[in-house]
């Protein structure tokens, strides 16, 4: 399977100041298709995980665009611009290159 | 308004089995591959299953695969998942998810985009 890696595991924030978090793949992610198959998910306390962004840099519907993926092959990135209050939860990136999906362990996103 | 409704969650004693629902609406059920997705208490997301449209395409995680068994009914837009042999490991928030299509030349490339709000499961004597 392959294996997903997050780093880093806890991110204090400051509001209004930007963030970064990495997701790294055991087996690239590129398709032949030119397209990386990875997502991005937000799960906020006491909700269902809701996605953020897809293949790799599509942000999802209703997403706000402070929220932006890069990357690819097998080192990617999920960037907020400045954050807001309410984007804390743990954060998820998952590969659907390879069945099964695999998600990474997950960055806990606090403010300060 | 899209909708995912899960049931079926509770306490079972290990070895015992439970069935878990999910009720879909507000969208062309029949149109979407499903999945079920776990999060077990202290840990991250853990993908275990999916089905294709027709039910043609079925997968399983090699930790559930033999005991689990994932079903769906498009006539009354109902996904389901037998569980059986259950074991504490399976202790978990379930929640299932709506696979969408997005066309890329001749493929398509499935992402989760609709969640419930999970039900719970606790495997415990």
């Known amino acids: 399977d392959t294996v997903m890696t997050q780093s880093p595991l806890s991110l204090p924030v400051t509001p209004g100041e930007p963030a970064s978090i990495s997701c790294r793949s055991s087996q690239s992610l590129l398709h032949s298709n030119g397209h990386n198959y990875l997502d991005w998910f937000l799960q906020k306390p006491g909700e269902s995980p809701q996605l953020l962004i897809y293949l790799g840099s599509n942000r999802a519907s209703g997403v706000p665009d402070r929220f932006s993926g890069s990357g690819s092959g097998t080192d990617f990135t999920l960037k907020i611009s400045s954050v807001e209050a309410e984007d804390v939860g743990v954060y998820y990136c998952m590969q659907a290159r390879q069945t099964p999906p695999t998600f990474g362990g997950g960055t806990r996103v606090e403010i300060k | 308004e899209v909708y995912l409704v899960e049931s079926g969650g509770g306490l079972v004693k290990p070895g015992g089995s439970l069935r878990l629902s999910c009720a879909a609406s507000g969208f062309t059920f029949g149109d979407h591959s499903m999945n079920w997705v776990r999060r077990a208490p202290g840990k991250g997301l853990e993908w275990i299953s999916s089905i294709s449209t027709r039910s043609s395409y079925i997968y399983y995680a090699d930790s559930v695969r033999g005991r689990f068994t994932i079903s769906r009914d498009n006539a009354r837009n109902s996904l389901s998942l037998q569980m059986d042999s259950l074991r504490a490991e399976d202790t978990a928030i379930y929640y299932c998810?709506?696979?969408?299509?997005?066309?890329?030349?001749?493929?398509?490339?499935?992402?989760?985009?609709?969640w419930g709000k999970g039900t719970t499961v606790t495997v415990s004597s």
């Open positions: 998810a709506r696979d969408r299509p997005y066309a890329i030349g001749t493929d398509y490339y499935f992402y989760m985009d609709v």
